[in-house]
């Protein structure tokens, strides 16, 4: 099956500097890539998503880029801001007709002021 | 839209007793699935449905655990006999092909 990893584990920024979070999946078969954003006693909440046809997308301060051949994807966040400090997770879509994510273990997130 | 609900939001048991955990999937979406996170393992997949059949129940991890989706607008994920090590967050999701992953607020469990 898929296998999602994500790192750091933790990421600490200064306020106003960008954001990198990256992953690596191991079924080449995967077309689908979410990024959610969790805060403390939420539900995960998407903020942006690529598909495998796609290179990269960009949503205001958030980007994110996929590169197939090596099999990974990173999400950029620039001009951090407090409300950004959450625990993100990227996750992967099977291929093939099969349906499910399969996320990475998460990347907290902390905006120092 | 009031998106996906999950019921209860707090659940407080005692080891043995059965657990049912409720969703209500967004209205119109096809496919309904059922996520656990613990701290230990993160955010697994337990089992989906595609038109209230299920598809692939290969992360539910013990025959403790079942789920059944009667109709499209209900789903319930049971654990009987409920064990400590099932503490988690229970979450349910729901989407429409084409469309993103909806997750609702979750159920956390916890057996004692």
């Known amino acids: 099956g898929e296998n999602v990893e994500q790192h750091p584990s933790t990421l600490s920024v200064q306020e106003g500097d960008s954001a990198v979070i990256k992953c690596t999946y191991s079924?080449?078969?995967?077309?689908?890539f979410p990024w959610y954003k969790q805060e403390l006693g939420k539900r995960p909440q998407l903020i942006i998503d690529?598909?495998?046809?796609?290179g990269e997308k960009k949503d205001q301060r958030i980007a994110v880029t996929l590169n197939k051949t090596a099999k990974h994807f990173s999400l950029h966040i620039t001009e951090t801001q407090p409300e950004d400090s959450a625990v993100y997770f990227c996750a992967a879509k099977p291929g093939g007709g099969a349906d499910g994510l399969t996320f990475g273990k998460g990347t907290h997130l902390i905006i120092q002021p | 839209d009031a998106g996906v609900i999950q019921s209860p939001r707090h659940e407080v048991t005692e080891m043995g007793q059965e657990v049912t955990l409720r969703c209500k999937p967004i209205s119109g979406h096809d496919y309904l699935f059922w996520y656990r996170q613990t701290m230990m393992r993160g955010l697994e997949l337990l089992i989906y449905f595609n038109n209230n059949v299920p598809i692939d129940d290969s992360g539910m991890p013990e025959d403790r655990f079942s789920a059944k989706m009667p109709n499209a607008s209900f789903s319930t994920l049971k654990i009987q006999p409920s064990e400590p090590r099932d503490s988690a967050v229970y979450f349910c999701a729901s989407r429409i092909r084409g469309l993103g992953y909806t997750f609702g607020s979750g159920t956390r469990l916890t057996v004692v």
């Open positions: 079924d080449s078969a995967s077309n689908y």
């Open positions: 690529i598909r495998s046809n796609v």
